[in-house]
T-cell receptor, first 110, second 117 residues
Framework: EDQVTQSPEALRLQEGESSSLNCSYT??????LFWYRQDPGKGPEFLFT???AGEEKEKERLKATLTKKESFLHITAPKPEDSATYLC???????????FGTGTQLKVEL | DADVTQTPRNRITKTGKRIMLECSQT?????MYWYRQDPGLGLRLIYY???????NKGEISDGYSVSRQAQAKFSLSLESAIPNQTALYFC????????????????FGPGTRLTVL
């Protein structure tokens, strides 16, 4: 059975305090690893797709990396507006099956 | 205007009632999906459709049905709602990957908060 595990469940940072979120996966035939951001009461917002180990993608203060067993979302010098729940999901199979983790709830304080 | 819209945004209903959640998209995507989100469980796939004539069950389809009325519209029905169907429901769309791309990105609507009493 495909599994995606995110850690930590919750993270509190001071503004400017860099950190990383972890997404470990055990799936059959990974076709892509997705990161989404979700604000309270809203739908997930697409951030990145990573396709192969060693790949990295960046967007503003966020950088996503991928190995054969896990992915990291690095947040550099975060701001309060980065506060959200970050979801990762692994895409497998021919039916576009996305297996989601339960998310990391990030709070960035002044 | 939002690319993926869901109606209603909030709904409270009673056990045994039939309810329909609707999703419309202006992205021109062929593929549409219904998910539910529960605290501590993450997002789980209910049904998905790759085109108007192609509908498939996801991992938790029991108690749900869907209708793909057009490329842009995908509805989720609860024939007889029960309290454990209380959740956030999301519609998503994606395009068919082409040009050598191996995956396609799913874009989500704003969600419907459903409460079954």
């Amino acid at each position: 059975e495909d599994q995606v595990t995110q850690s930590p469940e919750a993270l509190r940072l001071q503004e400017g305090e860099s950190s990383s979120l972890n997404c470990s996966y055990t799936v059959s035939g990974l076709r892509g690893l997705f990161w989404y951001r979700q604000d309270p009461g809203k739908g997930p917002e697409f951030l990145f797709t990573l396709y192969s180990a060693g790949e990295e993608k960046e967007k503003e203060r966020l950088k996503a990396t991928l190995t054969k067993k896990e992915s990291f979302l690095h947040i550099t010098a975060p701001k309060p507006e980065d506060s959200a729940t970050y979801l990762c999901a692994a895409l497998t199979g021919g039916g576009n099956k996305l297996t989601f983790g339960t998310g990391t709830q990030l709070k960035v304080e002044l | 205007d939002a690319d993926v819209t869901q109606t209603p945004r909030n709904r409270i209903t009673k056990t045994g009632k039939r309810i329909m959640l609707e999703c419309s998209q202006t992205k021109g995507h062929d593929r549409m999906y219904w998910y539910r989100q529960d605290p501590g469980l993450g997002l789980r796939l209910i049904y998905y459709s790759f085109d108007v004539k192609d509908i498939n069950k996801g991992e938790i389809s029991d108690g749900y049905s869907v209708s793909r009325q057009a490329q842009a519209k995908f509805s989720l029905s609860l024939e007889s709602a029960i309290p454990n169907q209380t959740a956030l429901y999301f519609c998503a769309t994606s395009d068919f990957p082409g040009g050598g791309q191996t995956t396609d990105t799913q874009y989500f609507g704003p969600g419907t908060r459903l409460t079954v009493l």
